[in-house]
DNA sequence: TGCATTTCTGAACACTGTTCATTTTATTTG
DNA sequence: CAAATAAAATGAACAGTGTTCAGAAATGCA
């Protein structure tokens, strides 16, 4: 039956082109301006097409969050691997996480950022799992850093959550146009050294306590 | 000419009328889910009476914008008078900025998060002024401190990036529901905590380099 | 009262996400 | 190969959106 199995690739390849048209028109003009019509005329189908392919609106974005933690994760992972010490892990895996989020603003902004999908899509775990996978490993590098003497006496997740946080603010200021306020040349900028300057704080808050 | 007068006040009670009606939906469900149609249905006029008073829908967001800084402003100089140490002032600023962000989650999200105004109106100066002030309220708090002997060596403007994006981060990560990965019973406390600890980590800076 | 202004309405336009009967295309069977 | 069956794609329709504008209603002034 080699009929079904090519259906099934036939499937597959239909929904990467619906999947690949909705990206890029998600990132050239984002999610609530992109209309299905528009991503049906791109793949050249008509709009009642792509609902047999995929439930709704919110299913694409579903589809394309999922890829998107992978392409973070993986980025995460190559930062991790480039270091040997764990502090250098640390600052590494903070600098591709800003690095992915400023290359692929659309895409963090659909992870990180928007609601769109997590009130509509609630119930589903998977949504979390995603970002619980990568909180994990930041949470596993503090560990590290933590076993090397850095952070005494804080816990693990609470500090985990601030530097996190950190990181996300520093993008989503810049993403979302509210570095608007520095002038254009220093911005970027302003934000690795916002980043370097508490790299140097948590850093040196280790000598002290040790 | 009492006349034009009372027609002025008016105008501007009408206009008061349709930001109430239309703050009040924003905060419900959201400003893409809420219509012109709904705005007018709750001050019970015809849709297009609306438009007389306001240009487009995203006008009535930048008015709502322009009030919600106001009170942002309010409560953060309520922060400051509060405390008489510098340390403790910028402090008491970062609580006020994240307790407003959270008993006012629509309003900070426009203010802070929503691209809608920020590109139909990229060109109004007044939109990043009060951004501005706010930054550089923050900007004096920080200077403060450093007179006082806080976080020597360091740039005022790239220190004031650090704690602001560090406080949005907390903000946005809780408001977007990216917390949801955590307990619910827990969700808030792990959020203060990471400020305190945060707060911890800055002001034994100071202790290190005197 | 009559006339001029201002204010408001509601229909219309082009768009949206989504559904579904109908038509087109592809596969299997006789 | 032709007929019957199954699968895929369509495009019209629905209820909604922001916005505009001719005409109706209300108001101000003589």
Do not use: P, R, V
């Given at each position: 039956m080699g009929v079904i199995d090519r259906k099934e690739r036939e499937k597959v390849e239909m929904k990467r082109q619906i999947?690949?048209?909705a990206r890029s028109l998600f990132l050239e003009q984002g999610f609530e301006k992109t209309s299905i019509r528009n991503i049906a005329e791109v793949i050249e189908?008509?709009?009642?097409?792509i609902y047999l392919y995929f439930k709704d609106k919110n299913e694409i974005l579903f589809a394309l969050h999922v890829e998107a933690f992978g392409a973070l994760m993986q980025a995460m992972q190559a930062g991790i691997m480039s270091e040997n010490d764990p502090f250098e892990r640390l600052v590494a895996l903070g600098k591709h996480y800003l690095k992915y989020a400023?290359?692929?603003p659309e895409l963090y902004d659909l992870m990180f950022v928007m609601t769109a999908p997590m009130e509509t899509l609630e119930c589903r775990e998977e949504i979390w799992c995603d970002g619980e996978r990568a909180?994990?490993?930041l949470k596993f590098v503090v560990g590290e850093c933590m076993q090397a003497g850095y952070f005494e006496g804080f816990d693990n997740e609470t500090f985990s959550v601030m530097v996190w946080s950190l990181v996300?603010?520093?993008a989503?200021?810049?993403l979302r146009r509210r570095t608007m306020i520095f002038?254009?040349?220093k911005r970027i900028q302003l934000l690795e050294d916002a980043y370097a300057q508490f790299v140097?704080?948590?850093k040196q808050y280790k000598s002290l306590a040790a």
């Open positions: 999947l690949d048209a189908y008509s709009a009642g097409t400023f290359e692929n909180f994990e490993t996300h603010g520093l989503t200021l810049h002038a254009e040349e140097q704080i948590i």
